[in-house]
């Protein structure tokens, strides 16, 4: 366990050793999250949040909607072919 000091402007720096094996470089953001016992630092994603397409995009199927149990069943031969 390393231990850091908080500087007087409010930062810490965190150890060079754990900064390495997270691979968190200069610029990385955070977020902080208070739980009353603790304070914990969690990357902001690297990747962009995914959009979702508006419910008015047309489907790329363009046959007649399926059952259920059409779907259950398409979900059951794919999943045979993949064991």
């Known amino acids: 366990m390393e231990t850091v ?4 402007k409010g930062q810490l720096v965190l150890p060079k050793a ?3 094996i997270h691979q968190w470089v200069e610029g990385t953001q955070f977020f902080i999250f208070d739980t009353g016992n603790e ?4 990357p ?3 990747f962009p949040l ?7 995009t047309p489907s790329v199927y363009q046959g007649a909607p399926l059952t259920l149990e059409e779907m259950e069943k398409a979900i059951d031969i794919e999943a045979g072919k993949r064991k």
Do not use: D
């Open 5 to 8: 000091m908080l500087g007087n």
């Open 18 to 20: 754990i900064r390495a």
């Open 44 to 46: 902001v994603s690297p």
């Open 50 to 56: 995914s959009q979702l397409e508006p419910p008015s």
């Open 39 to 42: 304070v914990v630092l969690k």
